[in-house]
């Protein structure tokens, strides 16, 4: 969840920069009023705030993820039709995050649904507290799934929860041709999951994932620091 201070916050700052609106109350002008039902949209998806203000048209890291993300982005509508999953792999401050939120925040403003999670996450919440989110997560009209890591699941019993509900909603996605994007530091997600779950997925992956290996510099590091503002 984001919390409420910081979304009240981003949407002081872009009242701030306004003429119109700067000295008043509440946001008047068009353009204020807009950004702040983007900034409430992107909350709701639960975008991380760090990527809420950041475009892939500053993005300086590799073509090889810039290019095929703007692509998808300049044809959400597209994008959203063909309904293919998109696995992005590359080792830590590639970008791949970035990426996947920049697609997210498209189809939001193209009114399509959509809602960002790590795996961690989605299982927890399918598991424990909220059941239904695993049908909420398998109709969403973009998902992306964060850090498919398999630091988060060192034993085989963390494996076999984490597997089965991954495959439980990625199938019943993939099935629907719903879009989800998904990013891991591993080029095979065998490497993920093994046992049944590695034929499972490699049966998915042949019918409905196209796969993007990230390589180029790491984004944290340096002058490369992914800090561009759209």
Not at 88 to 104: D, F, N, Q, V, Y
Not at 118 to 133: E, G, W
Request: glycine content about 8%; some cysteine; aromatic content about 10%.
């Amino acid at each position: 969840m984001i919390p409420i201070k910081k979304i009240e916050l981003a949407k002081a700052e872009i009242k701030s920069k306004c003429k119109v609106c700067k000295d008043k109350p509440r946001a008047e002008c068009y353009g204020c009023i807009r950004w702040e039902g983007f900034i409430n949209r992107m909350a709701a998806a639960e975008i991380p705030i760090d990527y809420w203000f950041r475009s892939m048209k500053n993005f300086y890291g590799h073509d090889g993820l810039k290019i095929p993300t703007l692509k998808l982005i300049e044809n959400i509508d597209e994008t959203y039709s063909s309904g293919y999953t998109l696995y992005i792999a590359g080792e830590r401050g590639r970008g791949k995050t970035m990426a996947s939120c920049a697609i997210l925040k498209e189809a939001i403003l193209k009114d399509y649904s959509a809602f960002y999670i790590t795996l961690s996450d989605l299982v927890t919440r399918v598991t424990t507290y909220n059941p239904i989110f695993k049908i909420e997560a398998k109709s969403m009209d973009f998902l992306v799934i964060d850090e498919i890591d398999n630091r988060f699941f060192p034993t085989e019993n963390s494996m076999e929860l984490y597997g089965s509900q991954l495959e439980n909603v990625l199938r019943g996605r993939m099935q629907n041709r719903l879009p989800t994007i998904m990013c891991s530091n591993a080029v095979d997600i065998g490497l993920v999951f093994g046992g049944q779950f590695k034929k499972s997925f490699q049966s998915l992956w042949a019918q409905f994932v196209k796969t993007i290996s990230v390589g180029g510099p790491d984004a944290r590091k340096g002058e490369e620091k992914l800090n561009g503002k759209s």
